[in-house]
């Protein structure tokens, strides 16, 4: 029978408890499932310290050693598959069997990474007789990480599988709300041989630590996921010091659904996907354009799929959807439906609080909404869809264009010509074209506009854990 882990700080290789303690609250009914360490300045210097040893061991690494250590922490992640399930479930709310697929997700990321470690190339560049040109990666250093609640295994595991494969040095400050995965992660390599103090894992308030740790000069990236203001606070942060960065920041996803595909077929596929997490994901297909034609049975068809949706509690194995986050997450879903409604917008299921046990929301669809209401410029970040008519492809491209956003964009058609028009227009990092899936471990995945800077997964991905040094040699002095 799986149990909730015993919170701690994971620091030069030993896991420490601090007499500052958050609760940790499963979202499915309030109740406190545990108590969490919180990191106090000594325990940043210690981090911080530990990570200067780590990197110096762990840069002088084989890359086959570092995949070694790597692959053999992602083989004991999937062993205990079910125990970071159910963790995953306590403290996030999201299905079981979610839970599970996350964690198989999240041993991806290590596993690609651990095999793309062993092919970080350089290069040779032709020169004059007798002067030869080499260009290098090498580990950037120590990178002071920060991973979201809203997937508590797999977001931490993104990061630290990318700079572990480089052969940084990681403190990794995971979220409060949802601390259990990257403690699990932590576990793993401890138990897989991982030279102390190269990953540390800390907790606390996210404005001290960030404010502490990136300034220091010991820290040579920083890298996070969370949203756009966080995202270039810690920026300029990071500027003032010239440390580079590496964001995915926050989205509002478009879905162009052109008048060639069965609208009735394409209703059910996507809101199957967006309830998925409860709408809690950056990727999130959000903002849907339907072609005039298609509008009323693509819309009856999504509605028709969003209400036959079983929320609940995760470890429920009917559940289908589990709660927001947390209260405030609550209150920010009614608000921007009540503004919606107000600038006429048409509320087609859903738009309130479920009991008043658990942070549960209603899947919701909001119908022909004006530009001028919030929730069309703002992230909604929960189970909210808007289903909004176009007259024409170019007038839908327009439409996904129009935010600063630029994360993951969508499109259903059956037309090359259609799949072009897509192509070259939609301002995003990641397209997906009759699919819904946005990254995978082989493919960069990252933002353009305010959704962020830099790429993680792919061969792109290690890059940003890297330097380049070029070397010039003269074979003769003279």
């Not at 030993?14 to 499915?28: D, Y």
């Not at 699919?435 to 792109?460: D, I, N």
Request: include cysteine; aromatic fraction near 8%; charged fraction near 20%.
């Amino acid at each position: 029978m799986s149990t909730y882990p015993d919170l701690h700080l994971y620091i030069d290789g030993q896991f420490r408890k601090t007499t500052a303690m958050l609760p940790v609250v499963n979202p499915a009914n309030e109740e406190v499932i545990g108590d969490l360490p919180i990191a106090d300045q000594r325990d940043l210097d210690d981090a911080l310290e530990a990570a200067r040893r780590g990197f110096r061991v762990w840069s002088r690494t084989s890359p086959r050693d570092r995949s070694d250590i790597i692959l053999k922490a992602a083989r004991l992640l999937r062993e205990r598959m079910n125990d970071v399930a159910y963790s995953i479930t306590c403290e996030h709310g999201k299905p079981y069997r979610q839970g599970q697929l996350e964690v198989v997700r999240g041993s991806e990321f290590f596993e690609w990474d651990a095999g793309e470690c062993q092919r970080l190339y350089g290069r040779a560049i032709p020169g004059a007789p007798g002067l030869r040109h080499t260009v290098l990666r090498q580990p950037i250093g120590t990178v002071a990480a920060f991973a979201p609640w809203n997937f508590p295994m797999s977001q931490p595991a993104r990061k630290v599988a990318g700079a572990l494969a480089a052969g940084c040095s990681v403190i990794l400050k995971a979220a409060e709300e949802t601390p259990a995965g990257a403690l699990h992660i932590a576990r793993a390599f401890h138990d897989a041989g991982l030279p102390a103090g190269v990953l540390n894992l800390v907790f606390g308030t996210p404005s001290e630590i960030s404010s502490y740790l990136i300034p220091q000069d010991q820290i040579r990236l920083v890298a996070f996921t969370g949203s756009t203001v966080v995202g270039r606070h810690l920026t300029g942060l990071a500027s003032d010091h010239m440390t580079p960065v590496l964001m995915e920041l926050g989205g509002h996803a478009p879905v162009i659904v052109c008048d060639d595909v069965d609208p009735e077929e394409v209703g059910g596929i996507c809101a199957s996907r967006k309830y998925r997490n409860a709408g809690q994901v950056c990727t999130s297909p959000t903002r849907f354009y339907v072609g005039e034609t298609q509008f009323e049975t693509f819309a009856q068809s999504f509605v028709a799929s969003a209400d036959a949706i079983v929320v609940g509690d995760g470890l429920n194995e009917k559940t289908q959807m589990g709660p927001v986050a947390n209260e405030r997450r609550l209150a920010a879903m009614s608000e921007l439906v009540e503004d919606a409604v107000s600038n006429g917008a048409e509320l087609r299921t859903g738009g309130h609080r479920i009991g008043n046990k658990g942070y549960f929301f209603e899947p919701t669809v909001l119908a022909k909404v004006p530009d001028k209401a919030r929730i069309m410029s703002e992230e909604p970040f929960g189970p909210i869809a808007i289903i909004n008519p176009v007259s024409s492809l170019e007038e839908g491209i327009a439409q996904a264009n129009r935010l600063p956003f630029g994360l993951a964009a969508y499109g259903f058609t059956h037309s090359a010509a259609n799949v072009e028009q897509l192509v070259d227009g939609v301002e995003t990092g990641n397209l997906s074209i009759n699919t819904l899936e946005a990254s995978l471990p082989e493919t960069p995945f990252g933002g353009v506009k305010s959704s962020g800077y830099g790429r993680e997964g792919g061969e792109e991905g290690l890059h940003h854990y890297t330097v380049v040094k070029n070397v010039s040699h003269k074979i003769a002095i003279g």
